[in-house]
């Protein structure tokens, strides 16, 4: 039986530099392997697995998908060489990292984490040093993001090594679910959904930027991305409201201005409508735990699930068709309406859960189960994209 190592390696060697053929995978098994725990405590009686829940799924679901994208955009952004020989060992980590959360060695686990955020940085740091395009603005979000999520991996792994406690509680977490996703997901959203959907004018910010016009552009965007780093500053210092509502509205502005959410898209198929969709719980989630702070975990819910994951799908099987070879119509076989429903299944499940006191493990599993059908039918149906590689011009 091949090792992690040997797998990942033959398989960047074999098909070239794209990442994401090896960490997009990885993160739909993180998408599995993060929800089964909720079955597991119905089932076998498994302890409470909510902290290594929301682990596997920060630290493994959506490390793994950020990692894949920005190693398979940053050489192409910036016009540099491949990322072949970083991408077997940015797996390895998050290998390393699930089997540690697994097992129940938290410092290990958010090491891994640090390290393999860390490498990803760097990675990415060093392709923008030699770089011979400027990248598009957008990339000071990502920038920001890994920051927050190096500081968040970090802070997890001080209160997990000895006596020292975060400033607030899941602060660490926070900063990585809330920013080290957040951020990336309204800077490249803004690049990409609007163009995806074909809404009207999708890289205009109206009154403030043409598509073109990078100073604008860039002061917004510095200026937006350090104030969403101050939320969590915020929270450390004590002031639980502030950050929250922050976030909220920088997450609002970007949506409805630059995204432009308020307009249909003009590609109607269930691809373009499970995104569209997305952005619009990536924002209800925020506010939601805004309003309702003692439904904070259930209302993040909207974001994390209905936001994130939705987002993540879409995404996710856009690169996988067109780097695949197909052109973007062959998306919708990837992304059907029966994986679309299952999402909103989830969602909708893990809601009713929030409420539903005795019952609520019951419905957590609901949730869980039709979470991990619907990544388990995108991972199959992406598995030809995924190993067989576009002809080269």
């Known amino acids: ?69 920005l190693l398979t955009v940053a050489p192409r952004m910036t016009r540099t060489d491949s990322v072949r020989r970083e991408v077997p060992w940015v797996a390895l980590g998050v290998i390393l990292f699930g089997a540690a959360a697994w097992l129940g060695f938290a410092a290990v686990a958010h090491a891994c984490a640090f390290l393999t955020l860390g490498l990803v940085a760097f990675t990415v740091a060093g392709r923008f040093a030699r770089r011979a395009n400027d990248p598009p603005e957008e990339v000071v979000f990502a920038v920001v993001g890994l920051a927050l999520g190096l500081v968040g ?27 080290m996703v957040l951020s990336p997901v309204m800077g490249f ?16 910010i109206p009154k403030i930027a043409h598509p073109h016009e990078r100073p604008a552009r860039r002061a917004l965007y510095a200026t937006l991305a350090a104030l969403l780093a101050i939320t969590f500053l915020a929270d450390a210092l004590g002031a639980p409201m502030i950050g929250p509502f922050g976030r ?7 949506l409805v201005w630059v995204w432009k959410l308020w307009r249909l898209p003009g590609r109607r198929t269930v691809p373009a409508f499970v995104m569209w969709s997305a952005g619009w719980f990536v924002g209800l989630g925020l506010w939601a735990a805004a309003l309702l702070p003692e439904h904070e975990i259930g209302a993040l819910h909207l974001t994390l699930l209905g936001g994130y994951g939705a987002l993540t799908m879409g995404i996710a099987s856009r690169v996988v068709v067109t780097h695949g070879g197909h052109g973007p ?45 619907a990544w388990l039918q995108w991972l199959l149906a992406a598995r030809s994209s995924l190993v067989r590689a576009a002809p080269k011009p």
């Open 1 to 69: 039986m091949r090792s992690p190592w040997s797998w990942c390696a033959a398989l960047t060697e074999a098909r070239g530099p794209e990442p994401y053929r090896v960490l997009f995978p990885l993160g739909a098994a993180f998408a599995i392997l993060g929800a089964s725990v909720w079955p597991l405590r119905l089932w076998v009686g498994m302890p409470y697995p909510g902290p290594l829940h929301a682990s596997l799924m920060i630290e493994g679901f959506e490390i793994s998908f950020v990692s894949g994208f």
């Open 153 to 179: 991996a970090a802070l997890q792994l001080a209160a997990a090594v000895g006596p020292w406690i975060e400033p607030a509680p899941r602060l660490g977490l926070r900063m990585m679910s809330l920013g």
């Open 189 to 204: 959203g803004a690049l990409l959904v609007p163009v995806f959907l074909e809404i009207k004018d999708p890289l205009l």
């Open 248 to 254: 909220a509205l920088i997450a609002t502005f970007m």
């Open 329 to 373: 119509d062959a998306e919708a076989r990837v992304l059907t309406p029966m994986r679309a429903a299952l999402l909103v299944l989830a969602l909708v499940t893990r809601l009713v859960a929030e409420g539903a006191g005795a019952a609520a493990p019951m419905w957590l599993a609901v949730s869980a189960l039709a979470w991990m059908v």
